[in-house]
């Protein structure tokens, strides 16, 4: 057995506290991080005004998120195709709406290098038909009549302010 002098034995002393120091520290960490983002808070206000935190537990990672109730909005793409003379000189026009599935939608269209956007509503008591409207800040205009066969899927008629008239088929 070797005799070590005093210096040599604070540094072995020093190295084991800072190396079991060191661990802990990084076990801490990690914990600590582990515990911040397991949670989050969220502010509510009392009864006496006092605002309360209160935490709330996240679901562990890759667990998938509930459905909400009733149906999503679904985006649809929209064609309009030539159906009279005036109309044959722009060919097909395409456009899109957003079935919000509450009886309404947003409807945008490219029509002549102008974007025309509007609505789609459904007609009272009839669940599949509808009228959508769309208008551009240069003044153009159009106004659609259409019957819906699924949430996903339709086809209908469509006027423009220049007297152009399309047949409409929305969805794929």
């Known amino acids: 057995m ?3 002098d005093e210096s040599e034995r604070e540094i072995i002393i020093m190295n084991k506290r800072t190396h079991i120091f060191g661990r802990r520290t990084s076990m801490g960490l ?5 515990i911040i983002s397991a949670c989050y808070v969220v502010p509510t206000t009392g009864t006496d005004g006092t605002v309360q ?5 996240l679901p562990p990672a890759g667990t998938p998120l509930p459905v909400p109730a009733g149906a999503t909005p679904a985006t649809l793409t929209v064609r309009l ?3 009279n003379e005036q109309a044959t ?3 097909v026009v395409s456009g899109s709406v957003t079935n919000m ?3 309404k939608g947003r409807f945008v269209v490219n029509y002549l290098g102008e974007v025309l956007s509007g609505e789609a509503t459904r007609v009272s008591n009839e ?3 509808g009228v959508a409207s769309a208008y551009s800040s240069g003044g153009m205009y159009m106004s659609c009549e259409y019957q819906m066969n699924t949430p996903h899927q339709g086809a209908g008629t469509c ?3 220049n007297g152009a008239k399309y047949q409409m088929h929305i969805g794929n």
Do not use: D, Q
């Open 101 to 103: 599935m509450t009886g």
């Open 53 to 57: 935190y209160s935490h709330y537990p």
């Open 127 to 129: 669940e599949k038909r």
């Open 30 to 34: 990690v914990v600590a991080t582990y």
């Open 89 to 91: 000189h722009t060919g």
């Open 81 to 83: 195709y030539p159906s």
């Open 2 to 4: 070797s005799v070590l």
């Open 159 to 161: 006027s423009f302010a």
